[in-house]
Antibody, heavy 121, light 107 residues
Framework: QLLESGGGLVQPGGSLRLSCAAS????????MSWVRQTPGKGLEWVSA????????YFADSVKGRFTISRDNSKNTLYLQMNSLRVEDTAVYHC????????????????WGQGTMVTVSS | IVLAQSPGTLSLSPGERATLSCRAS???????LAWYQQKPGQAPRLLMY???SRATGIPDRFSGSGSGTDFTLTISRLEPEDFAVYYC?????????FGQGTKVEIK
């Protein structure tokens, strides 16, 4: 399972660090992503990281502000969010990527319940 | 790539067939077209990947089809637990994008 934590209320321009604790599967061989969800904009992929942590990817909307990392010794995924904006308000889910042969990642087969991030003054 | 799902809401009775559409603004690689189910208060659950492959534990009343820009998720006979919101998803050069969702509600 995946269990997110670290959400909360933060002012615009502030920072927050989310964590995602993984269990029940081999975390160190699994690529991971963060996906956020709002009632208005629906589901939005935010960032991804390879199993080793050597490759990271970001949506244009968060590039330069968010950093993704992982600690395979602790089975934990992180999302460091800086320069937060009101539009970053959402429930943030971590998700395990399903990798199939040559196509690579074909979807997300395990999701956490999410942690709420509210950016407001 | 923008994914447009239709209809926004589908009102059906248990036992009926549900047909959900996902249309992409550009051609999508079939390897990277997936469908998810989400119930209130729960995280999304992967149903289908690679257009037509069912994820682990997904019953065979769920099927997917399509290619290029037009994709369909079909639920052959709706069970009470199938009433939920369904999202399509694709992977392109800018990462993953999702459709806005189709709500399947009890008529």
């Amino acid at each position: 399972q995946l269990l997110e934590s670290g959400g909360g209320l933060v002012q615009p321009g502030g920072s927050l660090r989310l964590s995602c604790a993984a269990s029940g599967f081999t975390f160190s061989t699994s690529a991971m992503s963060w996906v956020r969800q709002t009632p208005g904009k629906g589901l939005e992929w935010v960032s991804a990281i390879s199993s080793s942590g050597g490759n990271t990817y970001f949506a244009d909307s968060v590039k330069g502000r968010f950093t993704i990392s992982r600690d395979n010794s602790k089975n934990t995924l992180y999302l460091q969010m800086n320069s937060l904006r009101v539009e970053d308000t959402a429930v943030y889910h971590c998700a395990k990527e399903l990798r199939i042969g040559s196509p690579g990642t074909v979807g997300f087969d395990l999701w956490g319940q999410g942690t709420m991030v509210t950016v407001s003054s | 790539i923008v994914l447009a799902q239709s209809p926004g809401t589908l009102s059906l009775s248990p036992g009926e067939r549900a047909t959900l559409s996902c249309r992409a603004s550009q051609s999508v690689s079939s390897s990277y077209l997936a469908w998810y189910q989400q119930k209130p208060g729960q995280a999304p659950r992967l149903l289908m990947y690679g257009v037509s492959s069912r994820a682990t534990g997904i019953p065979d009343r769920f099927s997917g089809s399509g290619s290029g820009t037009d994709f369909t998720l079909t639920i052959s006979r709706l069970e009470p637990e199938d009433f939920a919101v369904y999202y399509c998803q694709q992977h392109g050069s800018s990462g993953w994008t999702f459709g806005q969702g189709t709500k399947v509600e009890i008529k």
